[in-house]
């Protein structure tokens, strides 16, 4: 019975502000390392950044120093704090449970320039 549910996707100028949300239930996330995935029309999916249970953060090369992962595990929620963002970052925007099976359904995001 695990679900995780992505919100926060959207339309904004470049420059501007997102912040995404991945709410889970059916499981724990403070016991899982969490991360976030996107994927462009026409491009593979990546990995953009990921929380592991201890709190350690990694993210890709391209969003570094401009996008924040964090948790909140009374809420039992991951978040994606983007900031400065740039057209490049349009996709659609994946929760994941580790490296497992569990996805989220998705949110878009579109940056315009």
């Known amino acids: 019975q695990v679900q995780l549910v992505e919100s926060g996707g959207g339309l904004v100028q470049a420059g501007g502000s997102l912040r995404l949300s991945c709410a889970a239930s059916?499981?724990?996330?403070?016991?899982?390392?969490m991360a976030w995935y996107r994927q462009a029309p026409g491009k593979q999916r990546e990995l953009v950044a990921h929380?592991?249970?201890?709190?350690?953060?990694n993210y890709a090369d391209s969003v570094k120093g401009r996008f924040t992962i964090s948790r909140d595990n009374a809420k039992n929620t991951v978040t994606l704090q983007m900031n400065s963002l740039k057209p490049e970052d349009t996709a659609v925007y994946y929760c994941?449970?580790?490296?497992?099976?569990?996805w989220g359904q998705g949110t878009q995001v579109t940056v315009s320039s």
């Open positions: 994941r449970l580790g490296f497992s099976m569990y």
């Open positions: 059916g499981t724990l996330l403070s016991i899982n390392t």
């Open positions: 929380i592991t249970s201890s709190g350690t953060t």
